[in-house]
């Protein structure tokens, strides 16, 4: 089995920045890539990045790209998501992802088979 665990969610002022982490832990060597997703109230859940775990390849959500970096370490089996200049409409929920042996790059939505609790996200004006 896969256990992810992301960590680093809060609140912060819009033109601030957060950096969130997923730690994995299980059969890490079927992984593919990783991605991150958000959920906002009401919205269904939108991509935001992805990586590839072998060559460490991003891939962004226009939304986000020039201000998130999405970055491994594969020693510590981590992903972080490095969240800069944040607006109030990155508020959300953010979820990790993975990707397991067999998907696509970038990922299809479904080749996403595990998924983390979600860290909120709260970015005010």
């Known amino acids: 089995q896969v256990q992810l665990v992301e960590s680093g969610g809060g609140l912060v002022q819009a033109g601030g920045s957060l950096r969130l982490s997923c730690a994995v832990s299980?059969?890490?060597?079927?992984?593919?890539?990783m991605g991150w997703f958000r959920q906002a109230p009401g919205k269904e859940r939108e991509f935001v990045a992805a990586?590839?775990?072998?060559?460490?390849?991003?891939y962004y959500a226009d939304s986000v790209k020039g201000r998130f970096t999405m970055t491994r370490d594969n020693a510590k089996n981590t992903v972080s998501l490095q969240m800069n200049s944040l607006k109030p409409e990155d508020t959300a929920v953010y979820y990790c992802?993975?990707?397991?042996?067999?998907?696509?790059?970038?990922?299809?939505?479904?080749?996403?088979?595990?998924w983390g609790q979600g860290t909120q996200v709260t970015v005010s004006s």
């Open positions: 992802a993975l990707a397991p042996w067999g998907a696509n790059w970038p990922p299809r939505r479904d080749d996403y088979q595990y």
């Open positions: 299980g059969r890490t060597f079927s992984i593919v890539a």
């Open positions: 990586i590839s775990w072998s060559g460490g390849s991003t």
